[in-house]
């Protein structure tokens, strides 16, 4: 069935620097790659996502870029801030009206002072 | 905006007995809602998939008898947990999504614990 890995399970990186989150995927016909932010005890939130027909996104500090060949996506977080610690999950889904997302296993990232 | 409520945001209950939670969207029509649940420190499971005035979907696994799932309406589907026990116990969280569009906008989850 569908799978969606996802690397590293944790990253710690200092205050300001940047993170990468990198993601594949197993299904060719995915089309839809979004990224969630899940705090403690919360719900996950929509940052970022990117559909198949374009290869980079960019929104502010975070940008996410997309290798259909490859079938890998990556998450990278510029100039790292304490908010930015959270769990994030990136997933992958092709749509249709019954169409569900496949989630990767989630990083949880942690920004040092 | 696209804002997912859940209600109650956590609930304590006596093993066998039947819980119902509430997922809402607020300012948008939801065709489809989907419920997860999620285990410490792991990634949220499917468990369903319901379209309103339609019949929900379940994930293999998942015991449709147990997890009542009724969307009866384009912004509120309920979950009841029937019967629950201890291994219940867990984190669910609702998403809604609006027709023809891709994105699921996630509710803030409703923690249960089982007695």
Redesign the interface.
């Known amino acids: 069935g569908e799978n969606v890995e996802q690397h590293p399970s944790t990253l710690s990186v200092q205050e300001g620097d940047s993170a990468v989150i990198k993601c594949t995927y197993s299904d060719s016909a995915s089309n839809?790659f979004?990224w969630?932010k899940q705090e403690l005890?919360?719900?996950?939130?929509?940052i970022i996502?990117i559909?198949s027909n374009v290869g980079e996104k960019k929104d502010q500090r975070i940008a996410v870029t997309l290798n259909k060949t490859a079938k890998h996506f990556s998450l990278h977080i510029t100039e790292t801030q304490p908010e930015d610690s959270a769990v994030y999950?990136c997933a992958a889904?092709r749509?249709s009206?019954?169409?569900?997302?496949i989630?990767?296993?989630?990083t949880r990232l942690s920004i040092r002072p | 905006g696209a804002v997912?409520s859940?209600h109650p945001s956590w609930v304590i209950c006596k093993s066998g007995t039947s819980v119902k939670i509430e997922c809402r969207s607020l300012d948008f029509q939801a065709t489809?809602m989907?419920w997860y649940r999620q285990f410490p420190k792991?990634?949220?499971m499917?468990m369903a998939?319901s379209?309103e005035g339609s019949k929900a979907?379940y994930e293999q696994g998942v015991e449709k008898d147990k997890f009542l799932i009724n969307h009866a309406s384009l912004t509120l589907s309920t979950l009841t947990v029937t019967s629950a026990h201890p291994e219940d116990s867990s984190f669910y969280?609702c998403s809604a999504r609006r027709g023809g569009e891709?994105?699921?906008?996630?509710?803030?989850?409703t923690?249960l614990l089982v007695l």
Request: proline letters at 7%; charged letters at 15%; aromatic letters at 18%.
């Open positions: 839809y979004p969630y005890g919360k719900g996950p939130q929509l996502d559909r999950f889904s749509y009206s019954a169409s569900k997302i989630f990767g296993s989630g | 997912v859940q489809t989907f792991q990634s949220l499917l998939t379209n979907t969280i891709e994105t699921q906008y996630f509710g803030p989850g923690r």
